[in-house]
DNA sequence: CAAAATAGAATGAATGCTCTATCTAATGAC
DNA sequence: GTCATTAGATAGAGCATTCATTCTATTTTG
């Protein structure tokens, strides 16, 4: 059902590339992109290295894949926002603050991240995918935001987005933080920013 | 004056071991740790390979060797706020945020970085740098804001260090970003979250 | 003279990538 | 339906290069 009439050999071309990438990803978390070989990740996901070659024409399009594929991954951590009435929206945005935070596997937060902001200042390539994919995202989630009735979302948007990024630097330089008490303020300043009202200091307090 | 009495060789061995680590500085920048090579460093720093190797027994001791040096740097930039009166603190942070954001060459948004960021997740010694030099920039920021009669320093602290984090990741993502509105908005927020009011929403628009 | 500083060749492993060869599966002709 | 042709999938050896590291030899300096 739904499924549409690709060809059997175009089917399996595109799963044995996501295996290709899947292993990518595994490695570059491990290693680094640059301390990662295409020996050992082709090696890994059990295919020979001219037949990883086949598929990709060099170590720097299958990074330019990988960070395509993890970029894509966090815009649909923001599009799953959509729809949302204004009041659960609040609710959503509180609970992945929580999740940003504390556990490992949220998307905003993945090994990868800083990989890709590190590689992003050398690699023009690279550079461009974050910034065109961080767009997209950001033009999303302004959106969401407009249609929730929310003044400002562009300026919203970039301080939440900011304090986002900062949580996942601040989990890997201060890891034995006492979670919870912190949690509950930055929620607080979340749930303050989502508010309708204008974001500067004096009106936020009227 | 002040020169303590170190024998000529000694004062020649430091100086040599700080170009040595200016120059690996450079190459990790522009190519990552595990980009750069040795003969590329001791080259451009006009030495021979064996030559580095009199002292750095390792290349990963090289790499320690500059994140303990970009991570005291970030100390220092934080020990300038020490003995302000409560006053110019506020305004030397304003201006902090205000340098953090628009400029290339400060200390909290270094290129490195995110190197850095990243090795630490794949490198325990690495890691374990970060963190230590991560607590002692806390301490010492808390007992500025303490000292300044601020209350629940810790939790601020981490805020602030949060929102700096995150304003070096935004800036690489979001390049273009028109900056002055955003950093009216984000000092408002630096400063209140400087007020000695409690930083939980119901009391801080109490 | 002895100790430190320095150079640079040499080593062996690992790198990204290419090349050729085989093997499998789809397509076309009759 | 069956055989021939072709296109794609796959393997793996091989290439030149670079890597981190070590070794030995020479120069400089205290």
Redesign the interface.
């Known amino acids: 059902m739904g499924e549409l009439p690709v060809s059997k050999t175009v089917a399996k071309r595109e799963a044995r590339i996501a295996e290709i990438l899947a292993c990518a990803e595994k490695h570059f978390s491990?290693?680094?992109?640059?301390?990662a070989g295409i020996s050992g990740i082709a090696a890994d996901c059990g295919i020979s290295v001219g037949h990883l070659y086949h598929y990709f024409g060099s170590k720097d399009e299958l990074i330019q894949a990988v960070v395509k594929l993890e970029m894509r991954r966090q815009d649909e951590s923001i599009a799953a926002f959509e729809n949302l009435s204004p009041e659960n929206l609040r609710i959503e945005m509180a609970e992945l603050t929580n999740a940003i935070f504390s556990t490992d596997e949220e998307p905003f937060r993945t090994?990868l991240n800083?990989?890709i902001?590190?590689?992003?200042?050398?690699n023009p390539d690279v550079?461009e995918i974050?910034?065109q994919q961080?767009?997209q995202m950001?033009l999303r989630f302004v959106s969401i935001l407009r249609r929730a009735g929310i003044d400002d979302p562009e300026?919203r948007t970039?301080?939440i987005?900011?304090?986002?990024?900062?949580?996942s630097?601040?989990a890997?330089?201060?890891?034995?933080?006492e979670r919870a008490?912190?949690l509950?303020?930055?929620k607080?300043?979340i749930?303050?920013i989502l508010g309708d009202k204008p974001?500067?200091?004096g009106a936020?307090?009227a």
Chains 1, 2 share one sequence.
Do not use: M, N, Y
């Open positions: 491990i290693k680094g992109f640059h301390g090994v800083f990989e902001l590190a590689e992003a200042q050398r550079a974050l910034q961080d767009k950001r300026t970039e301080l987005f900011t304090i986002f990024s900062g949580l630097a601040r890997l330089r201060h890891p034995q933080q008490a912190l509950e303020v930055i607080d300043v749930l303050k974001v500067t200091s936020a307090c």
